[in-house]
């Protein structure tokens, strides 16, 4: 596979496990939050999922009111992603 885009895919990991320790969510508690199943979002921010999809990343970046952009190419950390 693509080194840059295995780079790319890690950077998203990153940030989306960033953002779900800044909400003091479990992983279970994030994949209701943002309503994908947790298997899913275990296996993205393990690496057992190499590429996430876009619609996977949507609704990650909307659970937690983060813009998209940013979980698609890091920047600044956002406000969002606290505990509802």
Same mark, same amino acid.
Request: glycine share 14%; net charge positive.
């Given at each position: 596979?693509? /080194?840059? @885009?295995?780079?790319?895919?890690?950077? =998203?990991?990153? &940030? !989306?496990?960033? !953002?779900?320790? $800044?909400?003091? @969510?479990?992983? &279970?508690?994030? %994949?209701? &939050?943002?309503? =994908? /199943? #947790?298997?899913?979002?275990?296996? !993205?921010?393990? %690496?057992?999922?190499? *590429?996430?999809? *876009?619609? +996977? @990343? #949507? $609704? !990650?970046?909307? %659970?937690?009111? =983060? /813009? +998209?952009?940013? @979980?698609? +190419?890091?920047?600044?950390? /956002?406000? %969002?992603?606290?505990?509802?």
């Amino acid at each position: 596979m693509n /080194p840059e @885009l295995l780079a790319w895919a890690e950077g =998203v990991r990153e &940030r !989306i496990r960033r !953002i779900r320790a $800044d909400a003091g @969510l479990s992983a &279970r508690e994030a %994949g209701e &939050r943002c309503g =994908v /199943p #947790f298997a899913n979002l275990n296996k !993205i921010e393990t %690496g057992k999922t190499a *590429i996430p999809t *876009i619609e +996977f @990343l #949507f $609704d !990650i970046a909307k %659970g937690y009111g =983060v /813009p +998209f952009q940013w @979980l698609m +190419f890091g920047g600044e950390t /956002p406000k %969002g992603g606290k505990k509802k």
